[in-house]
């Protein structure tokens, strides 16, 4: 019979590669918890209206990558692409947001329908950032920090650089929009096929474009900061001034304007150019009006996302990654012989009393060669061997397993102590 495959674009994450993630992770989550941000977790189902209402309905999200289905009584609902809107939700439903300031953070997996590549997919992981109440470039300045000191820890850093622009208010949009139409329209032969039907829909996503005619185009298209009104043309100079005096480096790219409806002002991406043309590790910005859009009070809002998937990609290309970070075992416990075998069972449990040692107790018994290979597949810095005339004794065998030192036989009162001491951890 014909084996079941997976979905495209829907990849298990397999043993091998989740201590990367893992690594990942808990280094974003110290990191968060540096900032006393606080971890929030909403459901991977909401009803498809949220994402309509916030995303936009003229977004590549809305019109072509949502996975919607109806369920059991007729309900629209759709797997999140993103957590912005589900977060929003969720602190507005949940009293969070009202007159209140958050900084929340959530990780886990979203979907979209687009062409899978590679760091392209169409389940992928991200880990979101949203905060709510604040309302200076302080808050943008701070989240931007946080994830430079991030990339900094991990060893990122000089692989990414931060983009930065503002795409205004609302209003001043609205007036550029205007002029940029017309601009196009007179010239509207020579756009490509999207850029064409974007004139009517969503003239702004125009800018993102990636047709090189279109590209050139641009170049002499009316200069969008000239409309930005002097809100948030102050905000931006006091964010940039921030990030000047705290030494961290950036771009500002006037072309930069995000795919979604839901941004103003400040919006930013980390790009690098080390994992070809899915560059976007972490892509955020300022999105005052969304909580108002879903029926909340007024309240500002800012945060962004990464992207789970091509960080550890990234990771891997770089080979930043500790060895350390892979192992997940640090002791081997093999034995010879029925009775040993229990008596290795024991002695396991008692060095995990008594130590944070990671112990895998060899199970299944197998002769003494295929125990060491195993063993040393494990990763185990160190195997420790049990036989008969061992248990009889009360002492094991120690075997380094990465390093040319002697083998030796150690009391089982002594074991712990000395086996924190080769092992340091
Ligand atoms: P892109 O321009 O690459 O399509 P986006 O603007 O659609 O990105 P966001 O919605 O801002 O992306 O998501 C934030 C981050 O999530 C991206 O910067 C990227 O790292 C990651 N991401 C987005 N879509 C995918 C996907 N289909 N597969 C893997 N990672 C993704
Ligand atoms: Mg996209």
Known sequence: M?????????????????????????????????????????????????????IGEVTDIVEKEMYTFEDRNGDSLT???????????????????????????YKGPMFRHERPQKGRYRQFHQIGVETFGMQGPDIDAELILLTARLWRQLGLLDAVTLQLNTIGSAEARGRYKDALV???????????????????????????????????????APDFHEYLDTESLEHFEALKSVLDRAGLAYEVNPRL???????????????????????????????????????????????FAMGIERLVLLLETLDVVPLSARQTVDLYIASMGAGAASEALLLAERLRNETDLRIQLHCGGGNFKSQMKKADRSGASVALILGDDEVAQQVATLKPLRSDAAQKQVAWSQLAAELTTIINV
């Open 257 to 303: 304007v995000r795919g979604l409806d839901y941004y103003c002002k400040t919006v930013f991406e980390w790009v690098t150019d080390k994992l070809g043309s899915q560059g976007t590790v972490c892509a955020g910005g300022r999105y005052d009006g969304l909580v108002e859009q879903l029926g909340g009070k007024a309240t500002p809002a800012v945060g």
């Open 79 to 105: 797997l999140r692409p993103e957590g912005t809107a589900g977060c929003v939700r969720a602190g507005e439903e949940n009293g969070l947001l009202y007159n209140q300031v958050q900084r929340l953070w």
């Open 182 to 220: 017309q601009y196009l329209q007179g010239c509207k032969e020579q756009l490509d096929e999207d850029s064409l039907r974007r004139l009517d829909t969503n003239p702004m996503r125009i800018l993102d474009s990636k047709d090189t005619t279109t590209q050139a185009l641009l170049n002499d």
């Open 2 to 54: 014909a084996k079941i495959k997976a979905i495209r674009g829907m990849n298990d994450i397999l043993p091998q590669a989740t201590p990367v993630w893992q690594y990942l992770e808990q280094h974003v989550q110290t990191v968060l918890g540096a900032y006393g941000y606080a971890e929030i977790r909403m459901p991977i189902v909401e009803q498809t209206e949220l994402f309509k209402r916030s």
